[in-house]
């Protein structure tokens, strides 16, 4: 089946630096991919839509220079948290559009869990 | 606006009983797809079950149906003969079709007891 593989799932860093997290889809061809932000015991916050080949669409709010996001190939999207500061910590979870019946299904990725001292 | 409205933060059942997960949502558009996910504590999010808007047939999946009742905009989640590894948080979801978009319900704790 259709699989999206993330990678970190863990990340620690100091507070600054920058963080790149890495959304691949394995056997699937994934020209649109999803980065979601998800705050303990809340739902998920769509932060921007990565298409493949063309800049990033984001939401209201989602800074887009502080949420670096490229597509360059149609397996591969990355997010990349710039100078990051503690409020950024967060679960950040990627995910990528698949056929299902005819309808299009999100598959997730398992998730990057971002702490930021 | 908030489209997709998920009314219980927490539910308890009991093992090998049914539960009914509640979801309702809000479009004005004819043509969306209803979604339900299941999120461990391990933070996956995993696909379970899909319901067209022009769908006549609830979906089902397994243990997984989806009671699809479009006139009152509500798509609940029944969940057959509970099992332990069911406890989760579990998300409705919405697509619009005109929309390159999902929307996600608050979530519904599900604890199973044994």
């Known amino acids: 089946g259709a699989v999206v593989s993330q990678h970190p799932s863990w990340v620690i860093c100091k507070s600054g630096t920058s963080v790149k997290i890495e959304c691949r889809s394995l056997d699937f061809q994934a020209t649109t991919m999803f980065w979601y932000r998800q705050f303990p015991k809340q739902s998920l916050m769509l932060m921007a839509t990565?298409?493949?080949?063309?800049?990033?669409?984001?939401e209201q709010g989602v800074e887009k220079d502080k949420f670096l996001i490229n597509h360059a190939s149609l397996t591969l999207s990355t997010l990349t948290v710039t100078s990051a500061h503690p409020e950024d910590s967060s679960f950040y979870i990627c995910?990528?559009?698949?056929?299902?019946?005819?309808?299009?299904?999100?598959?997730f990725g398992a998730g990057s869990r971002l702490t930021v001292l | 606006a908030q489209k997709i409205t998920q009314t219980q933060p927490g539910m308890f059942v009991q093992e090998k009983e049914a539960v009914t997960l509640d979801c309702t949502y809000d479009?004005?558009?004819?043509?969306?797809?209803l979604f339900w996910y299941k999120q461990p504590s391990s933070g996956e999010m995993i696909f379970l079950i899909y319901q067209g808007s022009y769908d006549e047939q609830n979906a089902t999946e397994g243990r997984y149906s989806l009671n699809f009742q479009k006139a009152r905009k509500s798509a609940n989640l029944v969940i057959s003969a509970s099992q332990l590894g069911d406890s989760a948080m579990y998300f409705c979801?919405?697509?619009?079709?005109?929309?390159?978009?999902?929307?996600f319900g608050s979530g519904t704790k599900l604890n199973v007891k044994p």
């Open positions: 995910s990528a559009r698949r056929l299902y019946s005819g309808a299009n299904v999100l598959t």
């Open positions: 979801a919405m697509r619009l079709y005109n929309f390159n978009k999902f929307y």
């Open positions: 479009t004005s558009d004819q043509s969306y797809g």
């Open positions: 990565s298409n493949e080949g063309s800049k990033a669409t984001y």
